[in-house]
């Protein structure tokens, strides 16, 4: 008996305690307490079946000495953390005893297959699916030989039937009794695992960050959690029953009635923003305070054919959000109108400027050329500075003007089919003058057989001139520039490069940028508006096309235009297009309180 206590001493895992057992520990704690109820049964059936022995009833002892060998091999097996083979053991001592049993005596309703039975009962609560498959297929194994041994007519041993009859019984018993006390830890176990998961759920939901409601399939609110405390500043009993849909913004219930009717008897997920009343008791006011809330509803769909279904609903305070989201939006629509009202007072001031501006270039012209009478030199010097820079300013009104039409969506273009080189000698002629002055080349590489381009042809000139005099104006003295024209694909390349001081990468990111240049201040050595590119780079997006820089400093700037030889894919069929880059905003509507309040 020492020596029993010392081996189970030695089991390899202590049992763990029943408040925090899990399943699987659970399964391996009573393997082995039902191992120790083998050894412990035998144990003190062993005198008595010793004594029968004695009187040449050998049955008792038999199975005596089956229980014990069993439950020491379970126990073994449980100390080495081979569980399931204990569990085996245990299975195979209960049915190797319900064989003995009924081997003996043929009768089948007797307590041998009673015993048999209680095999795979005690598999199917501790061991696994193999363990619980074997078990039926030993227990139909004993069973046939059972019927084959009573329909062969084999002899029941008489001498024994009274003690196999007593041994039964008890063995039958103790297999009861490990069947129950397995059942009622298994239970247990899963009672407990139960509890702790709900414990584990309740206490998720009260701290989640999100309220989180229930409600029952009649739209009545059952369960709210601690969060919705913070949400709503009410205590939760202020939101049961119908009270929380009397906190949602009169203007918000129809929407939050509809998503919850979705959910609750079309059994889908919605997710909604409303706006609730919160409680604020700092603030003594008797204005309500709203917030937005998002609000997801889920549907509890247990059975898809019932009408009504419970509904779990999610509160989350957007208000943050939805506050910078209306001062994006503020903060945008002051940008377009700030964008909008420079873009009419660059035309205003435009317009204002032309009208005297040709005046006085038209005039200081008639005085150069001697129609009012003949100057002296020195005044027709005056004259033609005059003139000069008369032109200048109208350039420079003109930029404007344009750079203005394209920002405000209003620059027409008139595409039409030509050939990409005819334009080439013109904007060539018209800047040649002013590369003469400065002692810079001009060169053209053009691709011979050109197909027509479909685009209009007073931006094409104006896209190349721009890029021209950008060319000259940043070249050096003795320079060159080479203007290449090709086909690229689906597009017409025109490609402007020269040798001149270049651009750094931090320029060159900011191509196209209205009044942009890459020397700016005071101490700039080259005059301009800064609008040249931003101009060419409106009408190339208006043809479709696209605008390409590639400079080094030091090493010159090439710039290249892609337009498509089909034209804008906006283009309708014959006729003209506004292409508008940014979309004018609708005039806010003034309501007739706030003029009514005016006129007061």
């Not at 229930?214 to 949400?231: C, V």
């Not at 906190?247 to 959910?263: E, I, K, N, S």
């Not at 503020?330 to 040709?358: C, D, M, V, Y």
Request: a neutral charge; charged letters at 20%.
């Amino acid at each position: 008996m020492a020596s029993i206590v010392q081996f189970g001493a030695r089991r390899g895992s202590a049992p763990a305690k029943a408040g925090s057992a899990r399943p699987e520990m659970q399964r391996r704690k009573t393997i082995a307490e039902n191992a120790f109820m083998l050894i412990a049964a035998s144990a003190v059936a062993m005198p008595f079946s010793i004594w029968l022995l004695v009187t040449q009833a050998a049955l008792p002892f038999i199975i005596a000495c089956a229980g014990l060998v069993g439950g020491m091999v379970s126990l073994s097996l449980h100390q080495r953390h081979r569980f399931d083979e204990a569990a085996l053991a245990q299975v195979s001592t209960l049915m190797g005893a319900g064989l003995i049993l009924t081997l003996l005596d043929v009768r089948l309703g007797d307590s041998g297959l009673a015993l048999t039975l209680m095999g795979p009962v005690l598999a199917a609560l501790l061991a696994t699916r193999p363990i619980r498959r074997l078990s039926w297929i030993a227990t139909a194994a004993i069973i046939l030989m059972s019927t084959l041994a009573s329909m062969l007519g084999v002899p029941a041993a008489s001498t024994f039937t009274q003690p196999a009859i007593a041994t039964g019984a008890i063995a039958f018993a103790l297999a009861v009794a490990m069947i129950i006390h397995t059942t009622h830890h298994i239970n247990a176990a899963f009672v407990v695992q139960d509890k702790a998961q709900v414990n584990a759920y309740r206490h998720l939901v009260e701290h989640v960050q999100d309220a989180v409601l229930r409600y029952s399939s009649d739209g009545e609110l059952l369960f709210a959690s601690r969060s919705a405390e913070k949400l709503l500043g009410c205590p939760r009993y202020q939101v049961q029953g119908t009270a929380l849909a009397e906190r949602v913004h009169v203007l918000d219930r129809p929407l939050y009635m509809t998503a919850f009717a979705d959910a609750n008897m079309a059994g889908k997920n919605r997710t909604i923003e409303v706006r609730m009343r919160h409680d604020d008791d700092a603030i003594a006011s008797t204005i309500p305070v709203f917030i937005w809330v998002e609000v997801r509803f889920s549907p509890v769909v247990e059975d898809a054919a019932e009408a009504r279904h419970e509904v779990i609903a999610m509160l989350r305070d957007v208000t943050e959000r939805k506050d910078a989201d209306a001062s994006k939006t503020a903060a945008h629509r002051a940008a377009e109108e700030a964008s909008q009202a420079k873009s009419r007072f660059l035309a205003t001031i435009g317009h204002e400027l032309r009208t005297p501006l040709n005046a006085v270039v038209g005039f200081s012209e008639m005085m150069a050329s001697g129609i009012g009478g003949e100057l002296s030199s020195t005044h027709k010097e005056y004259a033609g500075l005059i003139q000069q820079s008369g032109r200048h300013l109208l350039d420079v009104v003109g930029m404007l003007l344009d750079m203005s039409r394209i920002e405000a969506g209003k620059f027409e273009i008139e595409p039409s089919r030509f050939q990409p080189d005819e334009i080439i000698p013109a904007c060539l002629a018209m800047i040649e003058t002013t590369a003469q002055n400065k002692k810079v080349a001009l060169a053209t590489e053009i691709e011979p057989n050109l197909p027509e381009i479909m685009a209009d042809e007073r931006a094409c000139r104006q896209i190349l001139l721009n890029l021209l005099s950008n060319a000259v104006k940043f070249s050096h003295a003795d320079g060159a520039v080479t203007l290449t024209v090709k086909r690229q694909g689906q597009s017409i390349s025109f490609s402007v490069r020269d040798n001149g001081i270049g651009m750094a990468p931090m320029a060159l990111e900011r191509i196209g940028e209205p009044f942009f240049q890459a020397q700016d201040g005071l101490t700039r050595q080259y005059e301009g508006t800064g609008l040249g590119l931003s101009i060419v780079k409106g009408l190339v997006e208006l043809h479709g096309g696209a605008l390409r820089a590639m400079s080094e400093i030091g090493m010159g700037t090439t710039m290249t235009v892609l337009l498509p030889i089909n034209g804008p894919a906006t283009k309708m069929a014959d006729t003209a297009t506004v292409l508008p880059l940014h979309r004018e905003p609708v005039a806010p509507k003034t309501s007739w309180q706030n003029e009514k309040r005016k006129a007061q």
